[in-house]
């Protein structure tokens, strides 16, 4: 305020009025000043109540300055940040509304999705999914029987996906969900499971039996919907329903093993020994360790006891080579000593067989490695291709050999050691017949701290030969090649049916390196001063359809001629109400009579409702179309009328017109909604 | 210094991942013929090399980076390593070892009692997430040490490092704080 003083008698006690903007002194009455610009918000009165005047402008927002005039978009925030929230705004509600979710909660569902977008955790990730997360988090801190599955069941998204989604929302945003109860699914499954008018009490034993399970255990890192099943399954069994466990995997959501499961764990508390009775009225202050855990101990008993009954065995075995080398000698010394030839044979064959009985490690790993070199030899594959299975008839064949020599009784049991033995070594060893390498490199195996960092490989600990037995030789590679050619063959035909489409392209000079998306024209608006240039222009930049006769449509400034037009366009018209939308931009082959420019007062009252919304471009040829003719009766409904005034403007909504589509219905072409007319504008012309 | 009881916990090593760069281009397609234990997958550009004396899988890109998984220990890793820059050197590339690094190092440990899952994580709220629906352990997150340890309610956990020195310094960390949610043994 620039006036302290009154000018008139110089007091200063000055009265300003925001309201009505203006100041007055208050020692002689005068006016100083009128009309001072105001900050009030003001209202307006409308349909629904008062709404205030002004502009939506956020204080996120971008810099654009929203432009008067243009840019009009009817309905929605011209801004990107008001729109992503809107959106998001409008697919919250449509998942909670078919989970059943109350206003409040997708409220708050909707300020977790803002705040997540503040933090740009809604980057990089599909919309879908942070929405659904954000329902989710919702559904657990107000503890709704919502599961994480029935949101992925609604949005067709894998649950694991939803789950990583859910689980880092909830840790930025520093909402800590409570855990799932599993009394909470079971009023809900109750009620799916249909069990009339003993539901509550059913649910009640299921509460009990769910309960119980958690004393005993058995809930902690299982799914809460299994113990659920389980629970509902032995309550219904108990109040005489009989629910097959198939209805109860439907509802319920796990397979019928984990089912079982669940039984069968209940089944081994002490809590299952009761009676109905007694479970109602009892409960046992003994708690149980978790299943998993009692197996787990289960398990190490069992591995113990095999240790004891390995090491045992052993000792049996020892007895009995004993016994074997006894028998042996014995037999040695009653033989008839053979004379001749076959004489050297034996001496042969009794050493060898002293040799096997030994059992030296040693030796017999040198009796093995030659034995597989000569099978490998024989297979003409390499030494560590040889599998198990070759090594095990190996080893059936040399134990058999050696019992023929024997001439004993056959001693089974030497077969299940020496292999037992063999596997052993094989798992430490990891490697077949490389015995002396890994000797070697036991010995050698010295590491040096300090990396080389100029890139030389340290080659100390590293056996040449070894390194070698990973490359094929030449014959090998040939063979690989041809197996690799034959398997890949898919594979290279496509490269190079791509490589030669590249060069082709190439070529012809339209290679282009990557298809960029075609979102350029999505931004330009077209400028027009009257609704005849704007369609021309529309039709230059979209794609060229081949359903259109564009010389006619050149013409489309010329007046109208309703009799000839009418006839022309009925047929037509009831064609275009069946056809695809494509098709329908097909003009009469006489003229389209009508712009846009046409006075509204020509058409007369039955055609005036037929000009709709704007931002449907079919719809401007159509229009021309269908205003012409007067007596069109199929397309009976008036949509939403809007009168336009001054330049009209199409922006490039994307239009999949030369995609197929349904059968559309005239009206919905003329962008009606079925609405019906409004009665303002039945202005009787 | 800790709460360890005298009985010592085992912190079992089951897998070091490490990466390396070879400072060359590779030619896979010749690796996946000339070499044995091999298998190609074109459609990922990538070669899988398999050793047999160290237990190792390496994943070799045409870039020359190699991902080696499956040692059990990271002198283990740095051999495996090493051998299989040597067989690809015999192969004929101009194989420099360069850039070797320890990236993960995967550990099991088992405590002798077991865990009560929800009062675990109760207490520890937005480090420790259990999530039943999801995964039957609760994760457990050590910022400074980068390491994350997954409970599950028999006592086991399994604790992922970047090397093995933090994998220990983990199982020392979390060990109190699961002394204090245990479940008494009852049978």
Redesign the interface.
């Known amino acids: 305020m620039s006036s302290k003083v009154c000018k008139h008698c110089g007091s200063s006690d000055i009265d300003v009025d925001q309201a009505r903007g203006d100041a007055v002194c208050m020692g002689c009455g005068s006016v100083l000043e009128d009309n001072i610009i105001v900050s009030e918000v003001e209202f307006v009165e409308s349909g629904g109540g008062s709404l205030a005047v002004g502009q939506f402008v956020s204080s996120e927002g971008g810099n654009k300055n929203p432009s008067f005039g243009d840019g009009y978009f009817p309905g929605t925030g011209s801004e990107s940040r008001a729109q992503t929230l809107q959106r998001a705004k409008h697919h919250i509600y449509t998942l909670g509304h078919q989970l059943q979710m109350n206003q409040h909660c997708l409220d708050t569902a909707f300020n977790f999705y803002k705040i997540a977008l503040n933090k740009s955790l809604t980057r990089g990730r599909k919309a879908i999914h942070v929405i659904a997360a954000c329902i989710y988090l919702v559904c657990r801190t107000e503890g709704t029987p919502h599961?994480?599955?029935d949101l992925s069941d609604i949005v067709q998204v894998n649950?694991?996906v939803l789950?990583k989604t859910?689980?880092l929302l909830?840790?930025e945003l520093?909402i800590?969900a409570p855990?799932?109860d599993p009394c909470l699914y079971i009023p809900r499954f109750t009620q799916m499971l249909e069990f009339g008018e003993k539901s509550r009490e059913v649910s009640m034993t299921a509460l009990r039996l769910v309960q119980r399970m958690k004393r005993d255990?058995m809930?902690?890192?299982?799914?809460?919907?299994g113990l659920c099943g389980a629970a509902l399954l032995v309550a219904a069994r108990l109040h005489d329903f009989c629910r097959t466990i198939k209805e109860i995997v439907n509802v319920v959501k796990v397979c019928e093993t984990t089912l079982r499961k669940r039984l069968t764990e209940f089944e081994d508390t002490p809590t299952s020994q009761l009676t109905i009775e007694e479970f109602m009225k009892v409960d046992l202050d003994?708690?149980?360790?978790?299943p998993?855990?009692?197996a787990?101990l289960k398990k190490k008993k069992s591995q113990q006891l095999e240790l004891e009954l390995k090491k045992k065995i052993e000792d049996f075995e020892d007895e009995i080579h004993g016994y074997q080398d006894e028998i042996d000698l014995e037999l040695e010394s009653c033989r008839p000593k053979l004379r001749g030839v076959y004489a050297a044979y034996t001496k042969e064959e009794c050493l060898s067989d002293a040799l096997n009985s030994t059992s030296s490690k040693g030796t017999e790993e040198m009796t093995e490695s030659n034995e597989l070199l000569a099978v490998a030899k024989h297979f003409g594959k390499?030494l560590?291709?040889i599998t198990l299975e070759a090594l095990i008839k190996l080893e059936k064949e040399g134990s058999e050999e050696d019992e023929n020599q024997q001439e004993n009784e056959n001693i089974p049991k030497r077969k299940g050691p020496t292999l037992a033995s063999i596997l052993g070594r094989m798992s430490s060893s990891?490697?077949l017949g490389?015995s002396e390498s890994?000797s070697n490199?036991a010995v050698d195996?010295v590491?040096k701290d300090d990396?080389?960092?100029?890139?030389?490989?340290?080659?100390s600990?590293?056996d040449?030969s070894?390194?070698?037995?990973?490359?094929?030789s030449d014959n090998e590679?040939k063979i690989?090649?041809a197996l690799?050619m034959a398997e890949?063959s898919d594979?290279l035909k496509e490269q190079k049916e791509k490589e030669a489409k590249i060069q082709k392209e190439k070529e012809l000079g339209i290679y282009k390196e990557k298809k960029p998306r075609s979102q350029s024209r999505r931004n330009t608006t077209i400028r027009a001063k009257t609704a005849d240039e704007a369609i021309e222009k529309m039709l230059e930049q979209k794609k060229i359809s081949t359903k259109i006769n564009y010389d006619v449509l050149k013409d489309l400034n010329v007046k109208p001629s309703p009799s000839q037009a009418s006839e022309a366009e009925s047929p037509k018209l009831k064609q275009s109400a069946t056809r695809t939308a494509g098709s329908n931009r097909r003009p009469a082959p006489t003229r389209t009579p009508l712009s846009l420019s046409t006075p509204l007062s020509t058409l007369g009252k039955r055609l005036q409702p037929f000009i709709s919304k704007q931002p449907n471009k079919k719809l401007a040829v159509e229009k021309t179309e269908a205003t012409s003719s007067p007596t069109v009766t199929e397309v009976a409904h008036p949509s939403e009328v809007v009168v336009e005034h001054g330049p009209v403007i199409y922006d490039d909504v994307e239009e999949e017109e030369d995609e197929e589509e349904p059968c559309v219905s005239a009206m919905e072409l003329l962008g009606g909604d079925g609405y019906g007319c409004d009665g303002e504008y039945d202005d009787g012309y | 210094m800790d709460s360890k009881n005298d009985e010592a916990l085992d912190i079992i090593v089951t897998n070091v991942v490490a990466t390396f760069r070879t400072?060359c281009h590779l030619n896979l397609r010749k690796i996946?013929?000339?070499?044995?234990?091999v298998i190609?997958k074109?459609?990922m550009g990538k070669v899988l090399m398999k050793?047999?004396?160290p237990?190792i899988t390496a994943s070799i890109w045409s870039s020359g980076k190699i991902i080696c998984t499956g040692a059990t220990s990271e002198?283990e890793a740095?051999?495996g390593a090493?051998?299989l820059?040597?067989?690809l050197?015999?192969?004929g590339f101009k194989?420099?070892?360069?850039?070797?690094r320890v990236v993960n190092v995967l550990a099991v440990c088992s405590m002798p009692f077991?865990v009560?899952?929800?009062n675990f994580?109760?207490n520890n709220?937005?480090i420790a997430?259990?999530?039943?629906?999801?995964h039957?352990?609760a994760t457990y997150r050590i910022k400074n040490l980068k390491a994350t340890v997954q409970v599950?309610?028999?006592?086991?956990l399994t604790v992922t490092g970047p090397n093995v020195q933090n994998v220990a310094a983990a199982v020392e960390h979390i060990y109190p704080i699961l002394y204090e949610c245990q479940?008494p043994?009852?049978?």
């Open positions: 599961m994480l599955l649950v694991w789950g859910f689980l909830s840790r520093c800590n855990a799932i255990w809930h902690t890192g299982r799914r809460p919907s003994q708690e149980c360790d978790p998993c855990f009692t787990g390499e560590h291709e990891a490697t490389l890994i490199c195996d590491e990396i080389t960092d100029n890139g030389e490989l340290d080659l600990g590293i040449d070894e390194i070698d037995f990973y490359l094929l590679v690989k090649t690799w890949n594979y | 400072r996946a013929l000339e070499g044995t234990n190609y074109p459609e050793l047999r004396k237990k002198e740095k051999l090493r051998r820059a040597r067989c050197q015999k192969l194989v420099r070892f360069s850039a070797f077991a009560h899952l929800i994580t109760t709220r937005p997430s259990y999530e039943p629906e999801l039957p352990a599950f309610s028999t006592g086991s479940k043994r009852c049978k």
